[in-house]
C-alpha cells in the first residue's frame, strides 16, 4: 500500500478491483464504511458479485484478465473529457517528456521486439535529450511526441464500445464506473484504488498494477490522503518478507541480487551499473555495503569487496514456476519449506507432485501435517513405495508461542509478544534456523576447501543462548555504527566505506540511536493517540523513516500547500522554512522553493516525476491488453493475442487448454473462513464448520444448459486434469457477452486439500504453469476450463 | 513483558469477553458472566499479538493461566480494529488449544508409508549432513572466470507468516550456504 488502512477513510472514491475486502480483509471495511458514511462512494469491478460489490454504490462485472482493457478506458475516458488534475499532471508527473523519435507502437508490439528470446531490447523507450543531457520537456503537452500526446493517442484506441466488447461489462455499468471514478481528478478530492491478487496473478499482471498506477497520476490520487494505489496483501507479513529479500532476485530492502554477468563482476562493477545518478537510488552503494557487512561482519573488508564475491551469483530466473520445472529436471535435490504449501498453494498441482517425488530429501516446518509434507502418501495419489526421499517434519511455534514483528500492509512493523511457551515439542522457525546454521558451523569447522570458505564467512552473532537473541537481530536489521556500537537513526546515516552495518536499510531507524544493551525498538510501540489524520506515528513503526502515506509530497501543491483543507498530508511552513505535517515528509524536510527539487515528489525516480511513460516494464512503456494464455476469445486490440514477452513452458505436464474443448472461463478466489493453503485454518475446529465443503461456483444459467443442480456434485476439467466438487448455483456469476459471443464464467476456492478437518479437492491441479512476465507470478484469475454432473 | 494498562483491563469486562464462556458453562447467563470473569481470565496473563492471518494487521490479546491459553480477543487499544476481529481472527485460540498440531520431529525414511518420531537432536544433525552433503557435491565457486560461489541443487521456501527477524535469519543463512533458488509464498 502507497497509504495504510484507516486512511480509507478518507477517501471520495473507493474503485475495488482485483480484490474483495469485504471476505479477504474484514476489517479493513470499517474504514471503507466510514468514508462512505462521509460520503465517498464504493465501486466494485469483480467478474463475480462479491460481497464487497453487495455493498457498492456501483457493480460493474468484468471477465477475468481483462483489466487493461477496462483501465485502458478510463484513462482514454479522463484524457479525452479532460478530467485529470491539471496541475498535479503537468509537474509532478513526466506528461511533459518528449519520448525519443525511435520509440514507436504497432499491432500490439513496442519497438525493440524480439520474437526468438520472446523479448524486447528497450532502447528506443526513453526521451528525447539536449545537448547537455537534460531532457526535453513541452510543459504546453503540445507536442505530439510527449509522453502526455502519446499516452492520448495509445489509449484512444480503448474507446467504450471496444472496452466493453472485451470486458463484457454493460455500457450502462461501465460509464457510471468512468464518470463517479474520474470525478476523483477534482482537485480536492482523491481516490483509491483496492486491488489484491485478482489483479496480480495474470500473464499481465504488473501491467495492471502499472495502469491503475497511470490512471491515479492522471486523477492526481497518489501521495495524498484518501488516494493511492493500494495493495491489499493476503497475509500477516507477506510485505515483511518481500522486503526481507526471500525472493530470488533480490536481497534485503529490494536490492538486486547479484548475478552472473559482466555487469556484476564485481562490486565496482555492480555499483557502476546498478546505481542511477539521481533520485534516492543513488544512495544504493551505501546501502550494499552495509548489507554485505551485516552478512560478512569481520569477514567483509574493504580489500575484499565487503565479501562481494562471496555472495551467490545466479545465471537464470529462479522464480516459483522455474523452481519447480527444475526440480521436475532433476536440478534440485533438497529443498526446505518454511510454512508454504505448494501442493495445494502453487499452480500445476500435478506437475508440483511429480517434482516433489524427485527429491533426495524435504524438510518441511509448519504447524501441520501440510499437503505438501505428506506428497508421499496414498492420499495424495503417490504410492509411498516408489517415493524415495527422506522427509522431515518439524513442529514449528505458533504465532504468539514466540517474538518477532509483522509488517502488514500499511508497512506497519508491528511487534508480537511471546504470550506462552511453544506447545509440545515445537520450536519457532528463527529456533531451527539458528540451531541449523550452528550445527553447519560445526560440520564445516576443520574444512579449509575453497566451498566451505564463503560459508564460513558468514557472520551469525546472536548470543550463546539456545534461541537467537531476539534483540541482537534487531540491532543487526536496523544498523549500527561499527566505530561506537550505537545503532543509526536513518538510512542516511549509512556508508560504503565499511564503517556502518545494517541488514536491511528500508528498515533503519526503527531501533533508533541506542547504544550497545540499550533497548529502543520502535515495532513495540503502543500510543494509540492519533497524531492526525490517523497516522498514529506513535503506534509502531512504518518504513520507510516511520512515513505513513508514500510520495506524501505530491500531498500539497505548488506553493507546498496541501491540495484540500480536509486532506492534509504535508506542507512547507515559510516562516520556519521547513516541511512539517502529520505524516513524516517523504522529501527533504529542507527543500525551499529555490531548490530545484520542489517540484519532484517521486523521489525514488531518478527525475522525480511519475511515470506516465516507463520503461522499467517487461513489456512495453504503456500498458497494452492482450488475452490470458488461455481465453475464450481472439484480442480485439491487436492481432497479438498472448503478452508477447511471457515465457512460455514447454514439456511434460504444461498441457494448454483450447476454447473448443474448455470453453468456460474459471477463477479462483478466497473466502474469510479460510485462509490460504487451509493449514492454518481447515485445522481449527470453528472455521472447518463454517466452511466444510470445496465448491465451484457458477451462474443458474450454465446450470440449466449443463444439468446441474444446487448441491450436485460435478467434474471440473481442464487441460490438466479433473478434480470434483459441489455445485454452488448462484446469481453472482452471470453469462458474460463477449465480442457478440456468450461466455461462461465459473469460480472456485482454493483452500482445499487433502488434509485438516475439512477436506475437499485442490482447485490448482487446474490451472498452468504460465506467469507473469515481470514477477512470473502464475496466472490462476484466468484459464479455461469445463464442467459436468459428476 | 509488555504491560497493559487499565484501561484494557476495563474494557476486558466487557460483553464479549463473556460470550464464550456462556455458551461453555450454559446455564444463567448473568451467572455465567460474572463467574466467566472469576474463572476464565481474572488473574491470566494478557500479552499483545498481531493476527496470523490477513496482513489487515489486527491487534489481538492473548490470555494466558495455568500454561494453557484460556481466551482470546480483539485488541481495544489497536488503531486498525478497535476490539474487532473476523472470524479467522477470532480463532486463533485454537491454534493453540488444537491437538491437530505436529507434536515431534517427524521422519520419512525412503520408500517407507509411515511417520517414525525423532528428537531435535537427531533430526538437526541428519538434516544438517544433508544440506552439507548436497551442498558439496553441487557446489561451483567459478563459472566462465568469475566468482559465483552458489548451488542450484537445493532450494528454500519461505511462508507469508514468517516474522521479520525469522525472514533476516533464514535468508542470511541460505544466502551464506549459496543458494539461488530461493523463493517465497509472495511470488505466488
Ligand atoms: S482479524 Fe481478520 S481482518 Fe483482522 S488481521 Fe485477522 S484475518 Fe485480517
Redesign the pocket.
Known sequence: MTNHWNDIQFSDCMLVIGGNPAEN????MKYVTKAKKNGGKLITVDPRFTRTAAVSDIYAPMRSGTDIAFIGGLINYVLENKLYHDEYVRKYTNASFIISEDYDFEDGIFTGYDEDSRSYEKSTWVFERDEEGNIVKDESLSHPRTVYQMMKKHFSRYDVETVCSVTGTPKEDYLKVAETFCGTGAKEKTGTIMYAMGTTQHTVGSQNIRAYGMLQLLLGNVGRAGGGVNALRGE?NVQGSTDFGLLFHLMPGYIGAPTQSERHQSLDAYNENETPAAGFWSNKPKFLASYLKAQYGKNATKANDFGYDFFPKGRRNYSHISLFESMYDGEIKGMLIWGQNPMVGGANVRKVRAALQKLDWLVAMDLWETETAAFWKEKAGSNPAEVQTEVFMLPAAGPFEKEGSVTNSGRWMQYRWKAIDPKNDSRSDSWFAHNLAIRLQKLYANDNSEIAKPFKAMDWSFGDSDYPDMDLVNREINGYDLNTGRTVNHFADLKDDGTTSSGNWIYAGFYPDAAPGEEKNYAKRRDDKDTGMENYLNWSYAWPANRRILYNRASADLNGKPWSSDKEGIWYDKAAETWTGYDVPDFGVATSPSDPGWENPFIMLPDGKGGLFAAGMAEGPFPEHYEPYESPVPNAFSSVQLNPAVKIWGGDMNQKGEAADFPIVATTYRLTEH?QSGSMTRNLEWPSEIMPHMFVELSEELAKEKGIKEKDKVVISSARGEIEAFAMVTKRFKPYSVRGQKVHHVGMPWHYGYEGIATGSIANYLTPHIGDANTMIPEYKAFLCDVRRA | MIEVTRRQFLKLSGATAATLAVIELGFDPKKAQAASKELKIAESKVTPT?????????G?LVHVKNDDVVYTE?DPDHP??RS???????SVRQLFTSDRRVKKPMYRAPGSNTWEEKDWDWTLDRIAEKIKETRDKTFVTHDDGMPVNRTEAIANLGGAALENEECYLIVKLMRSLGLTNIEHQARI
Request: hydrophobic letters at 25%; charged letters at 5%.
Open positions: 480483509h474484514p476489517i479493513s500477516c485462509w | 498481531i493476527c496470523p492471518y490477513c496482513s489487515v494487521g489486527c489481538i480483539g486498525i480494529n474487532t476481529l473476523c472470524s479467522k481472527g477470532n
